[in-house]
């Protein structure tokens, strides 16, 4: 996680484009070289540093950026970016390369505001991941990040020379959960936020945990370094990266053996954070009070949340911080735009293509004249964009769509249900007692990507899944060819049968678009091109793991029951996706998924980070599809009618 930073129906794109004319989309279609954006910053705005006091007396290191044009009359609005990743480069004689998202904004013309939160890089104050809200404050000691924000807001007003009075705030994945935050109890000044791949729940589905199932890759790799104390206030020296020695990530965490292992060979007990997940691997307080979507309430800014459908960190929080502000604050303007983009990607990519899937187009360039538009109408008083209520990518058919509600008022629940003879089906099972079974072996885990890497892979959740599909610990479940294109909108709900031979397991399951063996109208001049052929390409749509001591209650864990047929029930993220006609659905099971998830050892142990080499055992996991244990995946499906719009 790091700071850096349709088309929809004719009539929203037109009216859309008629706000900017055809100029700043032409202009993003040609990148401005880095060296003449840098030279436009240094020669229209001027770089001021602060530290900016907030209400028990810490003090926030905060950047700012002025627009040198300070003619009569000319005033600007201020768009805040809070982070704890660091407002470098610090100095007066040191600029940062980009001040927006884009190069208009610094064309356009803001008052641009960056701030270290409390207790990162020049920051005063103890620093909190995650930091917990606050909704009952007494005294002025009483401080979160809701109330470091609006400090900062208002002595930014009092303060600053040429501002309009209107405040504007954004910020991408961790920025994105203080953009969340200090939207609550909005200061009268903040008339815009765009938390973007914000934070949500670190738990239950952000970053470090998958329902409850731990994210080895990604926080062994974060908190190598973002997780080391500050000594003192410190400038923009970074911590130095984690050395493993190897390229190869899947082998060196198989090598690192159970989780006790980490303190004992690595961090040494050095990294707070690390001890703090160690010491709370369920759902308790610790946990509870970090996730902030029950307390995004009085906010009073118009919101303009974005994710993207494949960002492998956040896309449990924008999907859920939108559902949480839709329903905590009735009557302000709540818009959600989801993209086929990976963490950051609207910003950071074209966003033409992820992993083995193809866009068709830049679908960064749809977007982000668009984000312009919300921040000029509500900081500028520029003309109304109009957005819908939600805007999403539907993957499979490449295109934009509007929609007046998400999940969609109109879409119809189906199931389908896993069957002999690897089949998938619309229709229940008939047989008695019939199961298929895998061994899982915590020393062979399934790979989840295939790329040889150290660090966290973008690309897996939209990778070609045959590589794992002959694994005889990967089960596999595929309807027939699909008479009609088919389309799903909203979350996946996933109910399992299972019975294992130990008294703890995981359960991933991925849900994939098979393409046909010969994709339509492929020839060998396409062949000649360059092109890929995608015949029988298993593209991952989505997948999620469960595991499975939490399937009564993520607080209070339990073992299973060995031999005992237990449900498991979960859901999977949001989709919008087209299987089109010719194409397969295609479900697959498995029991690891490494190293994204730690491996589980497959016998209860109160507390899986002191998870000993000796303690991993291998279990036979069966999955049941019987009339009275009918195992199936349920899907939101879209009428025809709506699906062709």
């Known amino acids: 996680m790091t700071l850096r930073s349709v088309l929809p129906t004719p009539a929203l794109l037109f009216s859309l484009l008629a706000l900017f004319g055809s100029t700043p989309l032409a202009a993003a279609e040609t990148p401005d070289p880095a060296v003449e954006r840098s030279n436009y910053i240094r020669s229209h705005y001027a770089k001021f540093e602060y530290r900016v006091p907030v209400r028990d007396g810490a003090r926030l290191f905060t950047s700012v950026y002025l627009p040198n044009d300070a003619s009569p009359g000319k005033r600007y609005p201020i768009l805040l970016v809070r982070t704890p990743y660091s407002v470098a480069p610090y100095g007066l004689d040191r600029y940062k390369e980009k001040l927006g998202p884009t190069f208009d904004y610094e064309k356009d013309g803001f008052i641009f505001v960056f701030q270290d939160v409390r207790g990162r890089n020049m920051s005063e104050g103890d620093f909190r991941n995650m930091t917990p809200h606050n909704p009952n404050k007494k005294n002025k000691q009483d401080v979160d990040e809701s109330s470091d924000t609006y400090d900062s807001i208002d002595w930014l007003l009092k303060n600053l020379p040429n501002h309009n009075g209107r405040v504007g705030q954004w910020g991408i994945s961790y920025p994105g959960f203080y953009t969340s935050a200090g939207a609550i109890d909005s200061h009268p000044a903040l008339k815009a936020v765009s938390p973007q791949a914000p934070i949500a729940d670190w738990w239950r589905g952000d970053d470090m945990h998958r329902n409850g199932a731990f994210n080895l890759q990604l ?244 990778a070609d899944q045959r590589f794992v599909a002959n694994r005889p610990d990967v089960l596999v479940y595929q309807s027939e060819p699909l008479a009609q294109d088919t389309t799903i909108a909203g979350p996946i709900d996933v109910e399992l049968f299972v019975a294992t031979t130990g008294t703890d397991a995981d359960y991933i399951v991925k849900l994939i678009d098979v393409t046909p063996g010969v994709p339509q109208g492929w020839n060998e001049d396409m062949e000649k091109a360059g092109k890929k052929n995608r015949g029988g390409q298993q593209t991952l749509i989505r997948g999620e793991p469960m595991r499975a001591r939490y399937r009564d209650s993520w607080s209070a864990p339990k073992p299973m029951t060995p031999g005992a047929i237990t449900p498991v029930r979960y859901r999977l993220n949001d989709v919008l996706h087209t299987f089109q006609r010719g194409h397969r659905i295609m479900v697959q099971v498995h029991s690891s998924w490494f190293p994204f998830i730690d491996r589980n050892p497959q016998q209860y142990l109160p507390n899986i980070f002191q998870a000993k080499d000796s303690d991993f055992v291998r279990a036979t996991q069966q999955i049941y599809r019987d009339r009275q244990h009918p195992s199936a995946i349920t899907v939101r499906l879209l009428p025809a009618a709506d699906a062709s719009r």
């Open 219 to 462: 926080a062994f790799g974060f908190f190598s370094g973002f997780g080391k104390a500050r000594p003192e206030l410190t400038d923009d020296e970074n911590p130095k990266k984690f050395e493993y020695g190897t390229p190869d990530g899947y082998q060196f965490l198989l090598d690192l053996g159970g989780l006790s292992n980490v303190d004992n060979k690595y961090f040494k007990h050095e990294i707070a954070a690390w001890t703090d997940f160690a010491s709370h691997p369920d759902y308790d307080d610790y946990w509870q009070a970090r996730n902030l979507l029950p307390h995004l309430k009085n906010i009073k800014a118009a919101v303009l949340t974005v994710g993207g459908w494949y960002d492998t960190e956040d896309l449990y929080g924008p999907l859920h911080t939108y559902e949480s502000i839709e329903k905590q604050n009735p009557g302000i303007r709540n818009t959600l735009i989801m993209g086929p983009w990976t963490h950051g990607g609207w910003v950071r990519t074209d966003g033409d293509k992820v992993g083995d899937a193809d866009f068709g187009f830049k679908t960064s360039l749809s977007y982000q004249p668009i984000e312009l538009a919300f921040f000029k109408h509500y900081l500028k008083d520029g003309d109304d964009p109009k957005l819908p209520e939600a805007w999403l990518f539907e993957t499979g058919a490449n295109r934009w769509r509007s929609f007046d509600s998400w999940p969609p008022k109109t879409s119809k629940e189906q199931r389908w249900f896993l069957q002999e003879k690897n089949a998938l089906t619309t229709t229940a099972p008939t047989q008695d007692a019939a199961f298929d079974d895998y061994l899982s072996d915590p020393a062979k885990p399934v790979p989840y990507s295939q790329e040889l890497t150290t660090r966290w892979s973008k690309d897996y959740i939209a």
